[in-house]
């Protein structure tokens, strides 16, 4: 239940999510949360997604953002898809075993509670792990 988008700045990751995001809006039957690095996509997105800018909640690290996405599906079971754009950028980190350990914890939480997650990653797919390409 994750898709990962992953490709160099400027390759049309963001176009693609935007255009992933505005569909669900119109397609899927839960709430649709959208997760990013700040807010560049407040104009490009449908009004009814929940655009959430990370900087202000500092999630720095995986386990913050664990936590940060279980204490979101905790208080409010309707969410059915959750996009998340430049992973790696938002923690602050490089792509690498802690980035496909995260996305397989991701696979598996939405695998229990009906959530799909759409991620994107702002490097070369050469980058990505054995575990991740599973994802791509």
Not at 22 to 27: F, G, L, P, T, W
Not at 47 to 76: M, V, W
Not at 104 to 131: C, H, P, Q, R, Y
Request: net charge negative; charged share 25%; glycine share 8%.
């Amino acid at each position: 239940m994750v898709r990962l988008i992953m490709g160099v700045k400027g390759s049309g990751k963001t176009k693609q999510l935007i255009e992933l995001i505005n569909n669900a809006a119109k397609d899927e039957p839960g709430n649709v949360v959208c997760i990013e690095a700040n807010r560049n996509m407040t104009y490009d997105i449908h009004y009814h997604i929940r655009l959430i800018d990370a900087q202000e909640y500092k999630l720095n690290s995986y386990d913050l953002f664990r936590g940060f996405i279980s204490g979101l599906y905790a208080g409010n079971y309707d969410i059915s898809h959750v996009f998340i754009d430049n992973l790696c950028k938002t923690v602050g980190q490089e792509v690498g075993g802690d980035t496909e350990a995260f996305l397989n914890w991701l696979d598996a939480f939405g695998e229990k509670n009906n959530i799909k997650f759409t991620v994107t990653i702002s490097a070369d797919t050469s980058l990505a792990t054995e575990g991740m390409r599973k994802f791509l």
